[in-house]
């Protein structure tokens, strides 16, 4: 029987390889920018008192806990799941600028998805008495919207 013998091109592997190097070097960053809140906070300071609320001197919760970045995380892991295999699909077809888009999807949906964290309105009520202040002041009963500007002061990035 005679000998067959097979030669690969590494050129292809070795970019592939490189490729997939290049995206493990890639962070996915979501939050809030720095600016100043009306409040006299930054959004960021703002935004992680409003996650983690606040204790009243005696220890007891002033302010509840709103879990939005928490919640915002799960809704952005499942377009992670579905979109970062569309990145790799084309990594390896060698299709960087549409890996490339996938990834700028899946960045854009980090920051979609605190927004609608804060739209879906997941949080404890408000108390009556805070209810009835923000009425009287005309100011939103939403949670998490009274100006708007921490809605707006959400960011993404990739680094």
């Keep these: 029987m005679p000998k067959i013998l097979t030669t690969i091109d590494s050129k292809e592997m070795k970019r592939i390889i490189k490729d997939l190097n290049r995206l493990s070097k890639k962070e996915l960053h979501s939050g809030f920018d720095s600016s100043s809140h009306s409040s006299g906070l930054t959004n960021k300071e703002l935004a992680s008192i409003l996650e983690n609320g606040t204790r009243d001197p005696q220890g007891g919760m002033h302010t509840p806990p709103r879990k939005f970045i928490t919640q915002a995380a799960s809704i952005w892991l499942s377009s992670i799941d579905k979109e970062s295999s569309l990145v790799i699909k084309n990594i390896l077809q ?3 600028a549409l890996a490339g888009k996938y990834l700028d999807e899946i960045n854009e949906a980090g920051e979609q998805s605190i927004q609608q964290s804060i739209d879906t309105q997941n949080f404890k009520s408000l108390s009556p008495t805070t209810l009835r202040l923000k009425k009287d002041s ?3 009963t939403e949670i998490l ?6 809605y707006q002061s959400v960011i993404s990035f990739i680094k």
């Design 94 to 96: 060698g299709n960087d």
């Design 138 to 140: 005309a100011h939103p």
């Design 145 to 150: 919207l009274e100006s708007g500007e921490l």
